[in-house]
């Protein structure tokens, strides 16, 4: 049975490495003159739920918006993942993903923020069928990390919000 799964695996990979280019199969940041604060992480085959994260990058005392670049780096299986970049207009950012039919834990997204002035910021989120989840290392960059800033979770329909800001401390 785990080599039936195994075969079709690879034939799928196969066959997606004919269909589409490398650009778009390996983690190769892509670089835009275009200024993007909204990040389609929807995947190719068809998902049963979907989720939308938004939020604001921003200072960690005086909460005020900070424009970042964002780097999100998602891994959907063993061998590919990608790196988007993000650019946070005002400080505001969305991430729209989904998730497969068969329901499992469907993603980790690695988030790099690097900002003059500002502590490099690298963390991961989880989405899950029952939305956004953070890492405990969000309270090691930032011990002021408070329980009000974790993700807030809605489901409307089949659509699941979360909102979420990231909290940048100086240098």
């Known amino acids: 049975m785990e080599r039936r799964s195994f075969v079709k695996k690879t034939s799928l990979l196969t066959s997606g490495l004919f269909f589409f280019s490398t650009k778009n199969l390996f983690a190769t940041p892509e670089k835009s003159d275009i200024n993007i604060n909204n990040l389609d992480l929807t995947p190719m085959l068809a998902s049963s739920k979907k989720i939308m994260i938004k939020g604001k990058i921003l200072d960690s005392k005086t909460h005020l918006p900070i424009n970042a ?41 690695l988030i790099e923020i690097k900002v003059d002035g500002y502590k490099p910021y690298e963390g991961n989120l989880y989405l899950t069928p029952n939305g956004c989840n953070v890492h405990s290392d969000q309270w090691q960059y930032n011990p002021d990390f408070k329980p009000e800033y974790c993700p807030v979770n809605y489901e ?16």
């Open 156 to 171: 409307e329909s089949n659509l699941l919000f979360s909102s979420f800001n990231f909290y940048l401390i100086k240098a």
């Open 69 to 109: 670049d964002m780097y999100v780096k998602t891994k959907r299986n063993r061998f590919f993942s990608k790196k988007h970049s993000v650019n946070a207009l005002n400080g505001s950012y969305s991430i729209y993903s989904g998730f497969s039919s068969s329901e499992k834990i469907s993603e980790k997204l």
